[in-house]
């Protein structure tokens, strides 16, 4: 029989649209699977490449081998080739790039040149005579591979490149490939128990008295905690444990994100709401595919509702993800699933270490994980048959990944589900105008939670006009009479509250009083805003700051006047206020320390914290019982923007800020701020009615052919060089034009805009254009993409110019 040969489809992670065969070599042969790395000769590179597929046949003449399998272990199951296959289509973007994107970057190890050391090098060493620089590289060499970086670190002087050059000429030493990984380790505590009946009749010392004391009372405890006891308790355990009085165990310690151990605690007794909708989705799981929106007020139990479904789906054997929107949440969402599953879940986000992330990855490979939870790139994560995925604040903006790839890990969710005939489960407050429609299209089921838990009353809203105060100076135009009382009500009622303000910094607008012109970031077209704490003027694009005392950069004036307010200066304003009380403030510049946001959370938890300020950062789901007030300083900032979500996320904003507070036994109140008291977006939010504002929102975007009556397609253009990035905007418009043009169906559903300058011409140095496409009809519009971006001569990686792809576009400035 002729011997079969075995065949790879691999994906390269280069900017290349399709995917190479390659030949496994016979010895090769039993260790490549699918989702390992191979190391694959690349026109003149050697590159490594996403295995996709094994086969016996194929339709290219001689395929050259590989060279080598890079990975011991596959990095993701086979079945994931599907949804990778169907990012790099949706997306245009390239397979072995997305694959790479969608790994954790710990997981890529890393291929580092180094020098190793040659037979004839051995020989060398041994029998030649040597200058003492080239036997200190031959014996340094011997004992493992160096990279040339690390041979000048451990060899004093360090050989120079013409010593290196010399041996690699005799042949003593070559270049080898070394495979960097980062090394891990979970964090693993000791803990000590006692070998009852093991204890000496003798009398013990009294340290050692002591420890036998504490484990008779919680019969185990961790090295550490024994440790604040006594300091010698380490040693005095392990002398212990070797007479054979105590057993020590090494366990994976877990914790609350907030510090303290977690409780299981027993599940409540669900409301009738909930056991409905417990019961309607439990019946749809490992039953195939169906989508579920979970609409429920804030506050009534959503996530009681997802414990109960993750019990249900691992009890037929399956697995459940969870998405939250952002790494503060999770640790709310890990700590309720950790009480009900223990050290079943697995945790992926990106505040993880590479090791850290490369370890959960790893155990869910190895089925040691059943559940995950994390932000939006754990919609990857490597389960093999999952039963449920759920996407908590399914509405929320963080589930858009704006880098290189551009996706939406809710779509991707759905359409994981979709692949695995899994449920998935979008919940929300305020649902998404998108998703809202789909189940009223009958896409995707509605389940609604109606009322809080505990039957609190939602909390009730006041607006108030902030025209009012327009010519009031100072503070005081941003704080009415109503806020005033509020906050001083609330202050000396000992409760706690928060202030949202949708933009950080002391003031936004700094305007020289001699010109007229404002303070503008040097690499952006953008004013730059005042930061008080560190007296500097920042932009919040790039990171540019300079002094707050340097001159207009017009005219030299030093007299410059600060407009407009940020979270800044109200906390320095309500600290003033309000001086006995414990004021913070959260938003991005104090939340970029690791563990910030933890303390604040905690701050607020063990009420330590009496107002919390912030911007958008403290309207997500957190449950706080001691907040009875929310004010929100002017509610307008996110109508302004240029973007037919503006409204849509204006409510999701107000409602969600709203549902902070009164979420304990004592009522809540909101006070909101506003210049437009009419708008729907804000009439809508006050009654927390998002019927209300589906109703009318729906019609205009029907009116104006908007998603989700159309898909649109940007693309973002952007060069250093802004005539050459200009060129590249005309010509993409052109070509686009053109397609259309020739196609009648294109020109009836595709409408195009631009290209334009965007609304933010230029960031970080780089100037920006946009082309928009609207389609009626996806698939037409689909193979426009398809045409404009594959099949036309478009250059997509010039070397000058920028050209992304955002699909489903959120932010289109
Ligand atoms: P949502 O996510 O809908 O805003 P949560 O799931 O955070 O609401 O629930 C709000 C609070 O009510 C939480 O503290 C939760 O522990 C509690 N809770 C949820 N369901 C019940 C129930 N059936 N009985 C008692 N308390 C509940
Ligand atoms: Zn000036
Ligand atoms: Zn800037």
Redesign the pocket.
């Known amino acids: 029989m002729k011997n079969k040969e075995t065949y790879i489809e691999v994906a390269v992670a280069l900017p290349v649209n399709k995917t190479f065969t390659y030949a496994v070599p016979g010895h090769l042969v039993e260790i490549a699977s699918i989702g390992q790395r191979a190391l694959i000769p690349f026109g003149r590179q050697k590159v490594s490449g996403y295995i996709l597929n094994i086969t016996a046949v194929t339709g290219i003449d001689n395929p050259k081998p590989i060279l080598d399998i890079l990975d011991h272990q596959p990095l993701f199951p086979p079945d994931m080739v599907r949804l990778f296959k169907w990012m790099a289509d949706y997306y245009f973007f390239p397979l072995g790039l997305a694959i790479k994107n969608a790994l954790p970057g710990g997981l890529n190890t890393r291929e580092r040149p180094a020098l190793g050391i040659t037979a004839e090098g051995h020989n060398a060493l041994k029998n030649e005579i040597l200058a003492p620089m080239e036997r200190l590289v031959l014996s340094k060499l011997s004992a493992a591979p160096a990279s040339p970086r690390n041979l000048e670190k451990t060899v004093k002087e360090g050989p120079s490149t013409t010593l290196i050059q010399h041996l690699l000429k005799q042949g003593w030493i070559t270049s080898v490939r070394t495979l960097k990984q980062d090394r891990v380790r979970a964090k693993m505590e000791r803990f000590v128990t006692l070998v009852e009946g093991s204890l000496p009749d003798k009398k013990l010392s009294p340290a050692r008295q002591k420890i036998v004391d504490q484990l008779r009372e919680e019969s185990t405890l961790s090295i550490g905690a024994l440790k604040k006891g006594h300091p010698n308790a380490p040693d005095l355990v392990r002398k212990m444990a070797e007479a054979g009085y105590v057993s020590i165990a090494s366990k994976r310690l877990y914790r609350d994100p907030l510090g303290e151990p977690i409780q299981s605690k027993a599940p409540?007794?669900?409301?009738k709401e909930?056991k409905a909708a417990v019961e309607t989705i439990g019946r749809a799981v490992d039953k195939g595919f169906a989508t579920f929106l979970l609409a429920?007020v804030?506050?009534?139990?959503?996530?009681?509702v997802y414990l109960r479904l993750a019990q249900t789906t691992l009890e037929r054997g399956l697995a459940v993800l969870i998405l939250v929107p952002e790494i503060s949440l999770i640790s709310q969402m890990e700590r309720r699933f950790r009480s009900r599953f223990g050290d079943r879940v697995a945790v992926l986000h990106s505040g993880l270490s590479a090791g850290e992330k490369l370890d959960q990855w790893q155990k869910i490979m190895n089925r040691e994980y059943k559940i995950a939870i994390g932000a939006r790139s754990a919609v990857f994560a490597p389960f093999e048959s999952i039963g449920l995925i759920i996407v908590d604040e399914e509405h929320d903006t963080s589930y858009k990944q704006e880098g290189e790839l551009r996706y939406n890990a809710r779509d991707i969710a759905v359409v994981r589900a979709q692949q695995q005939q899994a449920v998935a489960l979008l919940g929300s407050?305020t649902p998404s105008v998108q998703s809202f429609h789909n189940t009223m299209d009958g896409k995707y089921n509605l389940v609604k939670?109606t009322k809080r838990?505990?039957q609190q009353k939602l909390p009730e809203i006041k607006i108030v006009d902030l025209c009012r105060s327009r010519d009031q100076k100072g503070w005081r135009r941003y704080f009415s009479k109503e806020l005033l009382t509020a906050l001083g009500e609330t202050m000396h009622r000992n409760e706690q509250a928060i202030l949202f303000l949708n933009r950080r910094g002391f003031a936004n607008f700094p305007v020289c009083a001699s010109c007229g012109k404002s303070i503008q970031c040097k690499n952006c077209d953008i004013t730059l805003t005042f930061h008080q704490k560190y007296n500097a003027y920042k932009c919040h694009y790039c990171g540019f700051a300079i002094s707050s005392t340097s001159p207009c950069p017009s005219c030299g004036s030093t007299k410059i006047h600060h407009l407009g307010v940020g979270t800044e200066k109200i906390e320095s304003t309500v600290k003033e206020l309000f001086p006995g009380k414990n004021v913070q403030r959260m938003d991005r510049d104090t939340t970029s320390r690791k563990g910030a946001i933890v303390k604040m959370l905690k701050g607020l938890k063990n009420r330590e914290i009496d107002i919390l300020v912030g911007t958008q950062m403290v309207t997500k789901?957190h449950?706080f019982p001691g907040i009875t007030l929310v004010g929100i300083i002017c509610a307008d900032l996110s109508l302004s923007f240029p973007d037919f979500r503006a409204g849509e996320r204006t409510f999701q904003l107000l409602a969600q800020v709203a549902g902070r507070a009164g979420?304990g036994k004592t009522p809540g109140r909101v006070i909101l701020q506003t210049y437009n008291p009419d708008h729907f977006s804000i009439q809508c939010a006050q009654h927390q009615d998002f019927h209300a504002f589906y109703q009318k929102e729906i019609g205009s975007r029907k009116a104006l052919d908007y998603p989700p009556f159309s898909r649109m397609v940007q693309i973002k253009i952007s060069s250093k060089d802004r005539s050459k990035g200009n060129r590249q905007a005309e010509i993409m418009g052109d070509l686009a034009r053109d397609i259309i043009k020739a196609n009648p169906l294109f020109g009836k559903t595709i409408r195009i805009f631009g290209p334009l300058e965007s609304p933010l011409p230029r960031i970080a140095t780089r100037y920006r254009w946009q082309l928009l496409f609207k389609g009626l009809q996806l698939s037409p519009l689909r193979n426009f993409m398809q045409q404009l971006l594959f099949d036309s001569q478009v250059d997509r990686s010039h070397r000058d110019v920028n050209i992304a792809v955002d699909v489903d576009p959120f932010f289109m400035m």
């Open positions: 409540p007794t669900l409301t909930q429920g804030t506050g009534s139990g959503k996530t009681e407050a939670l838990v505990e789901g449950d979420r």
